[in-house]
């Protein structure tokens, strides 16, 4: 019997997910560490786990290993300390090291979290990603500006999801920002060349430092133009054959970018991107599960369950890589104005054929406030055998669906 704890600061429906499909794997004892108290845990959540330890800050690695202990003090000696947010892996290889758990270290998730030293170490493996730097005075971030020319992108050096990012386009734009946020040593910027092209996700799992099953997504169009435009409603296509020339590019270079970063066993997701001259950069690795609905599209172009199997993988180190039968995508629903939800107009006027093809869907509920973020109010999600039907379904949602606010 294997004793793993969960860190899950808040059981937010996808984290949720993820913990349960822990808990229900045979053999294992799973403990959860969160910020809410116990009798905050749904029931049909709760009566899964062996043990709950509350902290009032998840990201402190001290609060964590104090937890670790405490759970292990009741349970016996924690063998495996699991999280899919981004934000925790580096304070969770921590506590890893510091209690000698199995895992992911600290030097790796450093990589894969601090985006300035995950470009380093990229380029010095001869993997292609951005110039970059990051700055700590506005004098850095001009100087860069003049070495690489515009448009730029300026980011967090740990951020995730594409938040906080934004880009510039001129000088009169560099010296807006600068002006507003400038850099400093306690507060420093990533700047990068903005890459131009087609942009898409690789989803990999590596097992004893070999690829062992990659997905390739496409997103249309790219998440900085939709956070650019925050009327603008947009898709992820999973094609189903990911076979061809067009994403040999992104599945040669990828797991020698992950081998580089370090990774021995895990599931990731990187973002790249495929030049106007057809080659391919890498822009971001993360070592977690992807978000933005990609995990349940996963779940439906493969039929089965990438919750459970990321649970196992985590616990034992294995990873039985399923056939891919579909293509699935999934249309963000966003607002059009400001405010909170009035109506959701066009579902009724949708081709038959279309609404036979979702497969799952969480649509905006009149009066519900706008979330404001790139992945909208709502979602639809749709699968069929072919990767063209979809595309098709996947034009007629973004066109014909519209979300009022007000």
Same mark, same amino acid.
């Given at each position: #019997?294997?004793?793993?704890?969960?860190?899950?600061?808040?059981?937010? @429906?996808?984290?949720?997910?993820?913990?349960?499909?822990?808990?229900?794997?045979?053999?294992?004892?799973?403990?959860?560490?969160?910020?809410?108290?116990?009798?905050?845990?749904?029931?049909?959540?709760?009566?899964?786990?062996?043990?709950?330890?509350?902290?009032? @800050?998840?990201?402190?690695?001290?609060?964590?290993? /104090?937890?670790?202990?405490?759970?292990?003090?009741?349970?016996?000696?924690?063998?495996? =300390?699991?999280?899919?947010?981004?934000?925790?892996?580096?304070?969770?290889?921590?506590?890893?090291?510091?209690?000698?758990?199995?895992?992911?270290?600290?030097?790796?998730?450093?990589?894969?979290?601090?985006?300035?030293?995950?470009?380093?170490?990229?380029?010095?493996?001869?993997?292609?990603?951005?110039?970059?730097?990051?700055?700590?005075?506005?004098?850095?971030?001009?100087?860069?500006?003049?070495?690489?020319?515009?448009?730029?992108?300026?980011?967090?050096?740990?951020?995730?999801?594409?938040?906080?990012?934004?880009?510039?386009?001129?000088?009169?734009?560099?010296?807006?920002?600068? *002006?507003?946020?400038?850099?400093?040593?306690?507060?420093?910027?990533?700047?990068?060349?903005?890459?131009?092209?087609?942009?898409?996700?690789?989803?990999?799992?590596?097992?004893?430092?070999?690829?062992?099953? *990659?997905?390739?997504?496409?997103?249309?169009?790219?998440?900085?133009?939709?956070?650019?435009?925050?009327?603008?409603?947009? #898709?992820? =296509?999973?094609?189903?054959?990911?076979?061809?020339?067009?994403?040999?590019?992104?599945?040669?270079?990828?797991?020698?970018?992950?081998?580089?970063?370090?990774?021995?066993?895990?599931?990731?997701?990187?973002?790249?991107?495929?030049?106007?001259?057809?080659?391919?950069?890498?822009?971001?690795?993360?070592?977690?599960?992807?978000?933005?609905?990609?995990?349940?599209?996963?779940?439906?172009?493969? @039929?089965? @369950?990438?919750?459970?199997?990321? /649970?196992?993988?985590?616990?034992?180190?294995?990873?039985?890589?399923?056939?891919?039968?579909?293509?699935?995508?999934?249309?963000?629903?966003?607002?059009?104005?400001?405010?909170?939800?009035?109506?959701?107009?066009?579902?009724?006027?949708?081709?038959?054929?279309?609404?036979? =093809?979702?497969?799952?869907?969480?649509?905006?509920?009149?009066?519900?406030?706008?979330?404001?973020?790139?992945?909208?109010?709502?979602?639809?999600?749709?699968?069929?055998?072919?990767?063209?039907?979809?595309?098709?379904?996947?034009? *007629?949602?973004?066109?014909?669906?519209?979300?009022?606010?007000?």
């Amino acid at each position: #019997m294997v004793v793993a704890a969960f860190v899950a600061p808040y059981l937010l @429906d996808t984290t949720t997910r993820f913990v349960e499909a822990a808990a229900r794997l045979p053999d294992v004892q799973l403990a959860l560490i969160t910020s809410e108290p116990a009798d905050r845990l749904p029931p049909g959540l709760r009566e899964h786990l062996a043990g709950h330890w509350r902290v009032d @800050d998840a990201l402190d690695p001290g609060q964590l290993a /104090a937890a670790v202990q405490g759970l292990g003090g009741q349970l016996g000696p924690v063998q495996r =300390l699991l999280a899919v947010l981004e934000q925790l892996q580096v304070p969770v290889a921590q506590v890893r090291e510091h209690l000698g758990i199995a895992g992911m270290d600290v030097a790796t998730a450093v990589n894969f979290r601090e985006k300035a030293q995950m470009k380093t170490v990229l380029r010095a493996a001869g993997v292609p990603c951005a110039r970059h730097q990051l700055a700590t005075a506005a004098a850095q971030a001009a100087s860069f500006a003049e070495q690489v020319g515009f448009p730029l992108v300026v980011k967090p050096p740990a951020g995730a999801g594409a938040k906080a990012t934004f880009r510039l386009d001129d000088a009169g734009d560099l010296a807006a920002w600068l *002006d507003v946020a400038p850099p400093s040593a306690d507060a420093p910027v990533l700047i990068e060349e903005f890459l131009t092209g087609e942009e898409g996700s690789y989803d990999s799992v590596m097992v004893d430092g070999e690829v062992v099953w *990659d997905s390739v997504s496409n997103y249309l169009p790219t998440p900085l133009e939709v956070l650019r435009n925050p009327w603008m409603q947009w #898709m992820v =296509l999973l094609p189903r054959d990911i076979g061809g020339p067009e994403y040999a590019g992104i599945r040669d270079i990828a797991p020698a970018a992950l081998a580089a970063l370090g990774l021995r066993t895990g599931l990731t997701h990187m973002e790249w991107f495929r030049r106007p001259d057809g080659t391919v950069a890498v822009s971001e690795v993360a070592a977690r599960p992807p978000g933005a609905q990609i995990t349940s599209m996963l779940c439906y172009v493969h @039929d089965f @369950d990438l919750y459970s199997a990321w /649970a196992q993988l985590m616990v034992d180190g294995t990873f039985k890589p399923p056939p891919r039968s579909w293509a699935a995508g999934t249309v963000y629903l966003r607002g059009q104005g400001v405010g909170h939800v009035r109506a959701v107009h066009g579902l009724d006027v949708l081709p038959e054929q279309v609404r036979d =093809l979702v497969v799952d869907s969480r649509l905006p509920q009149p009066g519900q406030l706008s979330s404001g973020s790139y992945e909208g109010d709502g979602h639809i999600t749709v699968r069929h055998p072919e990767t063209a039907v979809i595309a098709s379904a996947l034009r *007629d949602l973004v066109s014909t669906v519209r979300v009022e606010l007000g």
